[in-house]
């Protein structure tokens, strides 16, 4: 089983759809939580970050950590063509960059 | 600019070549990182630095090395010991180790036929 599991899609919406993007993960020691966003061919750009559980909203987008299920979720508002992009969740649990382990991402089109 | 810059972006090498792939930051970061992203995996560290004359095994570091001469560069040599070395590479620097905060390059592909 791999350590941070997410369903690589990929996923079509409309523009102005709300898109939710989820990982799950087996090491209950992970604190630290993260979400990427990489356009193709591009090195990834970091989107949210989260400490333990709850909500962290930014703009269009929202991270939920659920430590209690070992799950997390992304969710974009009146998503536009420009989200198109892979998504990456990322979680570590000392906070160091050296220990953050990746889910493999999810291929997401907004279609106009 | 501020930024990562990685060259070559595009690579192709024969089988049983070493090659290196250039990583130079001008955002004083003291931290610097090598990824390789494989479709269906997610990122794996191949190699970590966060000082200068200092580096660390990430967790794929058979048949890579790197060195940190400057702090503004973090080569890292693909050498043909690597089995699978045809893969996507991702070099990333942040100010510190800790916090997440993480930067990344454009990234080098790296065909061997």
């Known amino acids: 089983q791999k350590e941070v599991e997410q369903d690589p899609g990929p996923l079509s919406v409309p523009e102005g759809a709300i898109v939710s993007l989820n990982c799950t993960y087996s090491?209950?020691?992970?604190?630290?939580f993260m979400w990427y966003r990489q356009y193709s061919r591009k090195g990834p750009e970091l989107l949210m970050y989260t400490y333990s559980s709850g909500n962290k909203e930014d703009g269009r987008f929202t991270a939920q950590v659920d430590k209690s299920s070992k799950y997390i979720s992304l969710f974009i508002r009146d998503s536009q063509p420009s989200d198109s992009a892979t998504y990456l969740c990322?979680?570590?649990?000392?906070?160091?960059?050296?220990?953050?382990?990746f889910g493999a991402g999810t291929r997401l089109t907004v279609k106009p | 600019d501020g930024g990562i810059t990685q060259s070559p972006k595009y690579l192709f090498r024969k089988e049983g070549q070493n090659v290196t792939l250039s990583c130079e930051q001008n955002?004083?970061?003291?931290?610097m990182y090598w990824y390789r992203q494989d479709p269906g995996q997610g990122l794996r560290l191949i190699y970590y630095?966060?000082?200068?004359?200092?580096?660390q095994k990430g967790d794929i570091a058979e048949g890579y090395s790197v060195s940190r001469e400057k702090k503004e560069s973090f080569p890292l040599t693909v050498t043909s010991a690597q089995k699978n070395p045809t893969a996507f590479y991702l070099c990333?620097?942040?100010?510190?180790?800790?916090?997440?905060?993480?930067?990344f390059g454009e990234g080098s592909w790296l065909t061997v036929v």
């Open positions: 955002l004083n970061h003291d931290a």
């Open positions: 990322a979680m570590s649990e000392r906070g160091n960059n050296n220990d953050m382990r």
């Open positions: 090491n209950s020691a992970f604190q630290y």
């Open positions: 990333a620097s942040s100010p510190g180790d800790s916090g997440n905060t993480i930067y």
């Open positions: 630095s966060q000082i200068v004359n200092d580096f």
